[in-house]
């Protein structure tokens, strides 16, 4: 199986500052590696994923890094806004089996 | 494209009841998966269909817990003698491909009294 460690799982930073959480995963097989945001009393959306080809992702603010090394990776927002408060998932799967496994969260409050 | 539709969006149901959910998968995606919500557990793979058939039920419990895709447009989650432990956001997702990205539906979130 697949076990996904995210943390911090509270986070609050001040607006315009950056934002990091970090997750570890055990299976050295799995390759892909997405990020959900969730909004509460909504589904969680895909906001950037990365595969095991990739050591880092970026787009419109947001940045991913993977160390497979370390069984690693991490996201990063950039200049936060109080949008980007919600919560934050991190997931892992072996991408022939779909499945993902994930992080316990995180909750993030962008302070105005 | 409406996204993943699922319904109820809400079921209240007593303990020892039956309790069916559905889904409807984004058109023309192969795979439909199924997951938990909850506070104490967090997301939890549940199950999942590629074109129609089951390929991996390992997070169901064993009891009590179904689910079927009878055709490529729905699939159901039955869960039989329904327990307060089975309150829960139940969520689908569709990818295209069993590797593509999974996109969520809006959830049945069930109240088991």
């Known amino acids: 199986g697949e076990q996904v460690e995210q943390l911090p799982s509270i986070l609050r930073v001040q607006e315009g500052s950056s934002a990091s959480i970090n997750c570890t995963y055990e299976?050295?097989?799995?390759?892909?590696f997405p990020w959900y945001k969730q909004e509460p009393g909504e589904n969680p959306k895909l906001i950037i994923d990365?595969?095991?080809?990739?050591e880092r992702k970026q787009t419109q603010g947001l940045i991913v890094l993977l160390d497979k090394k370390a069984k690693r990776f991490s996201l990063h927002i950039t200049d936060t806004q109080p949008g980007d408060s919600a919560m934050y998932f991190c997931a892992a799967s072996r991408a022939n089996t779909g499945k993902l496994t994930f992080g316990d969260g995180t909750v993030l409050t962008v302070k105005p | 494209n409406a996204g993943v539709i699922q319904t109820p969006r809400h079921k209240v149901t007593g303990k020892g009841q039956e309790a069916t959910l559905w889904c409807e998968p984004i058109?023309?995606?192969?795979?439909v998966f199924w997951y938990r919500q909850t506070i104490v557990q967090g997301l939890e793979f549940l199950t999942y269909?590629?074109?129609?058939?089951?390929?991996?039920d390992s997070g169901m419990p064993k009891e009590r817990f179904s689910a079927q895709m009878p055709n490529q447009s729905h699939s159901t989650l039955k869960i039989q003698s329904t327990q307060p432990q089975d309150s829960a956001v139940y969520l689908c997702a569709s990818s295209l491909e069993t590797k593509d990205t999974q996109y969520f539906g809006p959830g049945t979130r069930l109240l088991v009294l």
């Open positions: 269909f590629r074109n129609q058939a089951p390929i991996d």
């Open positions: 058109s023309g995606h192969s795979a």
């Open positions: 299976n050295s097989a799995s390759n892909y």
């Open positions: 990365i595969r095991s080809n990739m």
